[in-house]
T-cell receptor, first 110, second 114 residues
């Protein structure tokens, strides 16, 4: 079983602070995705990273895929209350199954 | 374009009963997958259907089953419900079955087993 471990599990910060969420595995993934889920809704895809070492930016969010394609990070600059939510990483294995990490619950206080 | 629609949104069942959840994918999407989300276990893959055939199955007991119809709509069934089956059941659809493909989730069906 391929596991994805996310850290931290919970994060409570003030508006304007920076933060980084980590997603680690001992297995290699063909691609890795980050999702954000708000209460009462399904997860929404933020980004897909495919190439080892790849960095993608989405406004204040920066996503990085590790060189060995086993880990990824999500960095948020100058967090805002609207960034509050559950952030999930997920990886595709060779069998095209999507495995999710346990999630990081982020709260940004105004 | 309408999103992924799941029904019912909320339901309460008694232990031992069975339940059927429905999912209508985005028009044109042929791949439908189901996930169970609980506070303790997070989001776990149940199964995936493409062109009416189950392509992948997660590590769940046989009480969990599903099917896909010719119009790509999908249903999942849980028989002999247990308290631990209480969860948010999410359906997701995508156009293709390629890794890294964009999948779109519905809002989920909240199941409470009492």
């Amino acid at each position: 079983t391929q596991l994805l471990e996310q850290s931290p599990q919970f994060l409570s910060i003030q508006e304007g602070e920076n933060l980084t969420v980590y997603c680690n595995s001992s297995s290699v993934f063909s691609s890795l995705q980050w999702y954000r889920q708000e209460p009462g809704e399904g997860p929404v895809l933020l980004v897909t990273v495919v190439t080892g070492g790849e960095v993608k930016k989405l406004k204040r969010l920066t996503f990085q895929f590790g060189d060995a394609r086993k880990d990824s990070s999500l960095h948020i600059t100058a967090a805002q209350p609207g960034d509050t939510g559950l952030y999930l990483c997920a990886g595709y294995n060779a069998g095209n199954m999507l495995t999710f990490g346990g999630g990081t619950r982020l709260m940004v206080k105004p | 374009k309408a999103g992924v629609t799941q029904t019912p949104r909320y339901l309460i069942k008694t232990r031992g009963q069975q339940v059927t959840l429905s999912c209508s994918p985005i028009s044109g999407h042929r791949s439908v997958s189901w996930y169970q989300q609980t506070p303790g276990q997070g989001l776990q893959f149940l199964f995936e259907y493409f062109s009416e055939t189950q392509r992948n199955k997660g590590n769940f007991p046989g009480r969990f089953s599903g099917r896909q119809f010719s119009n790509s709509r999908s249903e999942m069934n849980v028989s002999t419900l247990e308290l631990g089956d209480s969860a948010l059941y999410l359906c997701a659809s995508s156009l293709k079955r390629e890794p890294g493909n964009t999948i779109y989730f519905g809002e989920g069906s909240w199941l409470t087993v009492v």
